[in-house]
T-cell receptor, first 114, second 117 residues
Framework: ELKVEQNPLFLSMQEGKNYTIYCNYS?????LYWYRQDPGKSLESLFVLLSNGAVKQEGRLMASLDTKARLSTLHITAAVHDLSATYFC??????????????FGKGTKLTVNP | GAGVSQSPSNKVTEKGKDVELRCDPI?????LYWYRQSLGQGLEFLIY????????KSGLPSDRFSAERTGGSVSTLTIQRTQQEDSAVYLC???????????????FGPGTRLTVL
């Protein structure tokens, strides 16, 4: 059974600081996703990482994937308050009939303080 | 429509009642997924549709949960004899089913928040 673990689950940081969120998964997968969720809102896709060594950057966020280590990281550079949200990583778990259901980590609740 | 829509956005019901949750996927998306988000269990897969068929129901937590999809479009998730542990946000996602092995992004709807009293 595929398991996805994120850490930390809670992260409080000051504006301007850097930090990394880690996502480990238990079985081979070539697709990893990062989502953002604001309180009371749905999931917003941030990054899709499709191959080993993939690195994607958007603004102050950068995501990378190491399929050999089964590890993805989401790096936050010079955090700003607007980045406060919960971040989820998710991995494809193929199922019957072409299902590409996602298995999610528990999420990292990020709070950026002024 | 422009995105995945779900209704109602909020539903409060009494324990033991049946509820129906609706999902309208993005037009042309043949794949449709239901997920549930709760404090205790996080985000969990429930069921997958390809067209009107549900080849993957592995996430449904009990036989009180069922879902159908008609016309390859709208899907309804039904929960019978609701229990308090069913309280959660139910999310629907759809994707275009392309070639096997080709990445198909899932687009999520806003969710239905279900509260069972």
């Amino acid at each position: 059974e595929l398991k996805v673990e994120q850490n930390p689950l809670f992260l409080s940081m000051q504006e301007g600081k850097n930090y990394t969120i880690y996502c480990n998964y238990s079985t081979t997968s070539d697709r990893l996703y990062w989502y953002r969720q604001d309180p009371g809102k749905s999931l917003e896709s941030l990054f899709v990482l499709l191959s080993n060594g993939a690195v994607k950057q958007e603004g102050r966020l950068m995501a990378s994937l190491d399929t050999k280590a089964r590890l993805s990281t989401l790096h936050i550079t010079a955090a700003v308050h607007d980045l406060s949200a919960t971040y989820f990583c998710a991995v494809d778990s193929p199922g019957g009939g072409g299902s590409e259901k996602l298995v999610f980590g528990k999420g990292t609740k990020l709070t950026v303080n002024p | 429509g422009a995105g995945v829509s779900q209704s109602p956005s909020n539903k409060v019901t009494e324990k033991g009642k049946d509820v129906e949750l609706r999902c309208d996927p993005i037009s042309g998306h043949t794949a449709l997924y239901w997920y549930r988000q709760s404090l205790g269990q996080g985000l969990e897969f429930l069921i997958y549709f390809q067209g009107n068929s549900a080849p993957d129901k592995s996430g449904l937590p009990s036989d009180r949960f069922s879902a159908e999809r008609t016309g390859g479009s709208v899907s309804t998730l039904t929960i019978q004899r609701t229990q308090q542990e069913d309280s959660a946000v139910y999310l629907c996602a759809s994707s275009f089913m392309g070639l096997a092995g080709v990445y198909n992004e899932q687009f999520f709807g806003p969710g239905t928040r279900l509260t069972v009293l």
